[in-house]
Antibody, heavy 117, light 107 residues
């Protein structure tokens, strides 16, 4: 069974750093890209960027570039989303999702709630 | 960025109704268009990919159509479990973008 399991909810202060994770199982991790999607409270979905676990190449939405970093450790089938300095406006649920190039996001993680206050 | 505009933003419908949601792209995206369903407190679920291909395990009452800039998601006979928010997404040109969502509520 394909699963993406994300790390637990986080509560942080502005200016702090954070890394959340997304572990894939039930499939070959390097055969699919991983994207990260933000959902602010009561709002819609925003694509943040995607990663190819094969070569760790990441492509960012310009709206998020420079503020977040996407990485992977393929030895543990895990992708990461990282901030070096959080803002209150980063408060949101963050989802990871797997997909093939130019295909829909077919499996999603359960979401990680990040609260910055 | 390619803007995705869904209409309506919300609708009220009854069980058994035929429901149609439209999505318009600000420029042509061929058929690089996906549809998702999201229920409160849950992750989105892929319903339709590449404009009209039904994702495995999704009921056949869901269908998608369109190409270029205009797309449609149709639910042929609304079921109680279909009350949710629906999003379109283009994955033709990065940054990939989502529509603002259409909330389907019980009449």
């Amino acid at each position: 069974e394909v699963q993406l399991v994300q790390s637990g909810a986080e509560m942080k202060k502005p200016g702090e750093s954070l890394r959340i994770s997304c572990e894939g199982s039930g499939y070959s991790f390097t055969n699919y890209w991983i994207s990260w999607v933000r959902q602010m409270p009561g709002k819609g979905l925003e694509w943040m960027g995607r990663l190819d676990p094969t070569d760790s190449y990441a492509n960012y939405n310009p709206s998020f570039q420079g503020h977040v970093s996407i990485s992977t450790d393929k030895s543990i089938s895990t992708a990461f989303l990282q901030w070096s300095s959080l803002k209150a406006s980063d408060t949101a649920i963050y989802y990871c999702a797997r997909h093939s190039p130019l295909a829909g996001f077919d499996y999603w993680g359960q979401g990680t709630l990040v609260t910055v206050s | 960025d390619i803007q995705m505009t869904q209409s309506p933003s919300s609708l009220s419908a009854s069980v058994g109704d035929r429901v149609t949601i439209t999505c318009r792209a600000s420029q042509s995206i061929s058929t690089y268009l996906n549809w998702y369903q999201q229920k409160p407190g849950k992750a989105p679920k892929l319903l339709i990919y590449a404009a009209f291909s039904l994702q495995s395990g999704v009921p056949s009452r869901f269908s998608g159509s369109g190409s270029g800039t205009d797309f449609t998601l149709t639910i042929s006979s609304l079921q109680p479990e279909d009350f949710a928010t629906y999003y379109c997404q283009q994955n033709d040109i990065t940054p990939w973008t989502f529509g603002q969502g259409t909330k389907v509520e019980i009449k």
